[in-house]
């Protein structure tokens, strides 16, 4: 990725290091720039289902023995804009049964289907193209969020726990497009 666009990148980490939602912060970040149109919605990809809970989501979600762990595999989009993609390892009996019902049966992403809820999320680690994390001068946390570079990461990786009253309910990794930053920065210009 062109280098001058790494302003956009560290404002997106950031913004997305401290937020309750990545999905409200994103929606806010396309609405100010003009990305996309309409609510952002989830499309979903037939790998839905076939990947393993990790073991860091493991850790960090703690399911109980026999508790059903699912996984959504996704494509977080502004009308025909790729923002991120994700992987959302859940349990269902942990979420409120609209949360539940919307989460199986509809392209919402996880975020507004926990609306309403008192949800929050903890980003666990980020990862950047070690250039960018170079300007991080050396420190390897910001918050509480480990950080890393990895030259395997176009733009920006996050790893995080969601949790309703307290309570884990979701493990995930999103993985923000190049799309999103070259939109971003052309909108500035």
Not at 48 to 76: C, F, M, N, W, Y
Not at 103 to 128: H, I, K, W, Y
Not at 141 to 150: I, N, P, S
Request: charge should be negative.
């Amino acid at each position: 990725m062109d280098k001058s666009l790494d302003p956009i990148v560290l404002h997106l980490c950031e913004t997305l290091l401290t937020t309750f939602s990545v999905t409200a912060a994103l929606q806010v970040w396309c609405e100010i720039r003009g990305l996309g149109e309409g609510d952002l919605y989830a499309d979903i990809k037939p790998e839905s289902g076939g990947t393993e809970l990790p073991q860091l989501g493991r850790d960090l979600l703690k399911p109980a023995e026999g508790e059903v762990v699912r996984h959504r595999a996704i494509t977080l989009k502004r009308g025909d804009v790729p923002l991120l993609d994700a992987d959302n390892w859940y349990t269902p009996e942990r979420l409120p049964l609209r949360a539940r019902v919307l989460l199986e049966t509809t392209d919402t992403p996880f975020g507004v289907a926990l609306a309403g809820t008192l949800q929050n999320r903890e980003t666990f680690s980020a990862s950047l193209p070690p250039h960018i994390m170079e300007r991080f001068n050396g420190r390897t946390k910001v918050r509480h969020t480990l950080m890393q570079g990895d030259a395997n990461v176009p733009v920006l990786t996050v790893r995080g726990v969601v949790t309703v009253d307290t309570v884990p309910v979701s493990f995930v990794e999103e993985r923000i497009r190049p799309e999103l930053v070259a939109l971003s920065a052309a909108q500035q210009g």
